[in-house]
């Protein structure tokens, strides 16, 4: 970092404006170039010879800007310039190797055929895992060697992560079933609506005992913001509905090694059996209560190229379409491109509720 200068104010004083100035010369000259790291703050202080207050606003400021970015303890760096999205990055909360079967498959599909066709190149990062009881992690330092323009994150909603990669100072398009309120460009299927619609289905079929069966109990650190959602949705149902809810049941939990039917098992000794149930496994759950001899309605989320299957063994259900998520996510990425630079870009896809008339 090239040493100036600053200009002072008629009273004498170095203006936190004059120093954001000067980095953003810098920057656009070419003297300070993307990823590299600045000199620490109390270095700038006594460089310039101006108050830390006033460097920490000129460089929070900057960060907001996208003009710089900080990683926690180890410094701030200067972000890449904006420019057309040609490189993307994807970063999978699942195995790279499973992501193509998967629900998100058709998502993953269609952002792919795009991006050959506007010659676009597609980098996938996949999520690692630390310890037990840790949420998943991507290594920042290799998303930067590869110089992504924008990351698309598919089954990823993290808030801890997404706010560690906002600081990159680079476009973020989450896509998932819930993307909510994460500050991001995201394009969503609408979890606590459907959930909602779904439950409030079966309090006017009658139904009065309704469990809610999620993927992980609330304590579990890896317990995200799509379950919460779902969650509400079902508790919103039942308010609505005047029905109390049922058992909030989760099949996995936390440090414990037990299969879904053996959690069923254990609940239903405990609780009285439900005569309705909303859950993220619709098959699974059918087939576990048709073998444990339990007659149960129950209603699920499925992706787009299943729920016909989903749809029989079921009584509501509400299709997620992953290659309408997929066309909606690379929407957004054009609309980056164009210059469009707002800030949040939320695309909500809504699903009719489907009905299975057995």
Known sequence: MTEYTLPSTPTGRKSYKSLKHLIKMQVKEGELVAHERLPGMRSICDTYEISLATVQRALSELCEES????????????????????????????????????????????IQKNALEDDKNVTLFQAKKKNIGQHIHFDIQDIIRHEVDVLILVNVVNLGLIASLKQLGIPIIATDLDATDIGVHSVYFDNEVSSFEMTRNLINDGHKNLWFVGGLEQSNPRYDLCRRQRFTGFR????????????????????????????????????????????????????????????????????????????????????????????????????????????????????????NSK
Do not use: N
């Open 67 to 110: 003009v710089l970015y900080s990683q926690k303890g180890r410094g701030t760096f200067v972000a890449p310039v904006r420019r057309e999205c040609k490189h993307i990055g994807i970063l999978c909360g699942m195995g790279i190797s499973g992501l193509q079967d998967s629900m998100f498959g058709p998502l993953m599909q269609i």
């Open 236 to 355: 919103l149902g039942c308010r609505a509905g005047g029905v109390e809810q049922g058992l909030d049941f989760f099949s996995k939990k936390y440090g414990v090694d037990q299969s879904l039917r053996e959690s069923l098992e254990e609940a239903i000794t405990k609780h009285a059996a439900p005569t309705a149930i909303v859950t993220e496994d619709g098959r699974s759950i059918a087939q576990i209560c048709r073998e444990m001899g339990l007659s149960v309605e129950i209603a699920c989320w499925a992706g787009d190229a299943h729920y016909q299957d989903v749809l029989s063994q079921v009584r509501y259900l509400a299709p997620v379409d992953f290659a309408l998520m997929g066309e909606k996510s690379y929407e957004l990425l054009k609309r980056i491109d164009s210059g469009v630079d707002e800030f949040m870009m939320h695309t909500v896809i809504q699903s009719e509720i489907l009905s």
